[in-house]
């Protein structure tokens, strides 16, 4: 992790003004990034479900039965 930190520093230290500009502006951007409005507990439980899923693709996803819920809450 940290050799990808050290070359991002050296190509950073090396943009142009304008590039640094706009390099700033993404950043700021990816900071002001809206969370979903999904609680923790809920999305930690769909992805169990689906992490058990995948271990035994025989069972039924049961979450689907309410996937409407899901659409409504994260919309």
Same mark, same amino acid.
């Given at each position: 992790?940290?050799?990808?930190? *050290?070359? @991002?520093? #050296? &190509?950073? *230290?090396?943009?142009?003004? !304008?590039?640094? *500009?706009?390099?700033?502006?993404?950043?700021?951007?990816? !900071?002001?990034?809206?969370?979903?409005?999904?609680?923790?507990?809920? @999305?930690? *439980?769909?992805?169990? #479900?689906?992490?058990?899923?995948? !271990?035994?693709?025989?069972? &039924? +996803?049961?979450?689907?039965?309410? $996937?409407?819920? +899901?659409?409504? $809450?994260?919309?």
């Amino acid at each position: 992790m940290s050799t990808s930190i *050290e070359i @991002l520093k #050296r &190509k950073v *230290e090396n943009f142009t003004p !304008e590039l640094a *500009e706009a390099f700033i502006k993404i950043v700021d951007n990816l !900071e002001k990034t809206v969370k979903s409005n999904v609680l923790q507990f809920q @999305l930690d *439980e769909v992805f169990s #479900r689906m992490q058990f899923h995948s !271990e035994n693709p025989s069972t &039924k +996803l049961d979450f689907f039965e309410n $996937i409407s819920d +899901l659409e409504k $809450i994260s919309a």
